[in-house]
C-alpha cells in the first residue's frame, strides 16, 4: 500500500507549502498530462487534478490523478456534486484511493449552464459540506453515508475550496467556519487580487480561531496580460481585480507584461509567508504550467522539502 499523503506531511512538519494544478485535457491523450507533469514535478508538494473545470468535460479527474502518479506527481483530486450522486461519489473515492489517490478536494462544482454542456442536468445530490463530511465519515468511522462499513476506509486527506471575495463578504468567515466543523483538513482559496480585503478575511479568521484547525493555502495565479486581467475582473464570479492590478500591468514595458504578473505573484506570495495563519501557497498557472518551475524559484519556495 501505498504511503500517506506527502502534502499533510509538508504541512504537519510546519513547512511552508507549495501546490500546483493541472488541468485534465479535453481528449483522450496521457501525454498531455504527463507533458505538463514534467514541469510540476520537483517543484510542487501536490497538483489539483481538476474535474471538469468550467463545465467543460474532460479526462476524468481520477485518470488524470493516477496518470499524474505515474509521472511522479501526488495529485490532489477533485471532485465536484454536479456530476455525481452519492454513491458514484464514495465508489469513486474507493476506486482513487485504491489507485493510490491520497489527497481529495471536495467541491460544488461551476454550473453546467456555463460550460458547454447547459442543457446536461446538475446532479447536487449533495453539496460541498456533505461531500467532505461524508469523505470525513468514510475514512474516520468507515462507513458509507448508508450506514454499512467499509471493508478498508480511503485513508485521505480532505481538502475544500475558500472563496473569501464573495458576496456577504461577513458570510466569508462563517462558510469556512462550516467546511471546518464538517471535516476538512486543509483549505485552497480562489485566486486572490485584493490584498486588503483577503487581509481582513484572514484576521477573521485568525480571531475566530479558525486558522488553528485548518491549513489555509492562500491562491495565486499570475496574470499573463491586461486582457485576462480585465476579463477576470468582469467576467468571472467572486473574483476581485483591484483597478491598481490593471493599472500596474498596463505600465509595464512591451512584452513585458506577463513578467509583471508573475512579479506580482512572487510580491504575494513573499506576503503570505509572513501572514499568521497562512500555511502555505495554491499556484494555479492556468495552462501555463511551463512557467511553474520559474515562478518557484523567484518566489523563494525552492527546493522543497522532503518529509
Known sequence: MKAGSNLEKILEAGHFAFTGELGPPRG??????????????GNVDSVNITDNQTAMVRMSS??????????????????VCRDRNR??????????YALGVRNM?????????????PQALGVFDIDSMQL????????????????????EPPKLFIGAASNPFAEPFDWRVHRLAKKISAGVDF????????????????????????????YLLAGVTPMKSVGMAKYMKSKVPGMDVPDE????????????????????ACEQIEEFKELKGIAGVHLMAI????????????????PRPEV
Open 132 to 151: 467532505i463530511n461524508m469523505a470525513k465519515t468514510m475514512r474516520d468511522e468507515g462507513k458509507f453515508l448508508g450506514g454499512a462499513d467499509i471493508e
Open 105 to 117: 478536494l471536495c467541491l460544488s462544482g461551476d454550473h453546467q449552464q456555463f460550460g458547454d454542456h
Open 87 to 96: 454513491l458514484a461519489m464514495q465508489s469513486d473515492i474507493l476506486g482513487a
Open 245 to 264: 492590478i490593471i493599472k500596474r500591468l498596463q505600465g509595464a514595458e512591451k512584452g513585458k507584461v506577463a513578467d509583471e504578473g508573475i512579479k506580482i
Open 28 to 41: 483522450s491523450n496521457a501525454d498531455e498530462v504527463r507533458e505538463k507533469a514534467e514541469f510540476l514535478k
Open 287 to 302: 495552462e501555463w504550467e511551463h512557467m511553474v518551475p520559474e515562478i518557484a524559484e523567484r518566489a523563494g519556495v525552492l
Open 187 to 214: 483549505i485552497q482559496t480562489q485566486c486572490i487580487y485584493n490584498m486588503e480585503k483577503f487581509r481582513e478575511f484572514v484576521k477573521r479568521a485568525n480571531d475566530m480561531g479558525l486558522l488553528e484547525k485548518v
Open 62 to 79: 481520477w485518470a488524470a490523478s493516477i496518470i499524474a502518479i505515474q509521472a511522479g506527481l501526488e495529485p490532489n483530486y477533485q471532485m
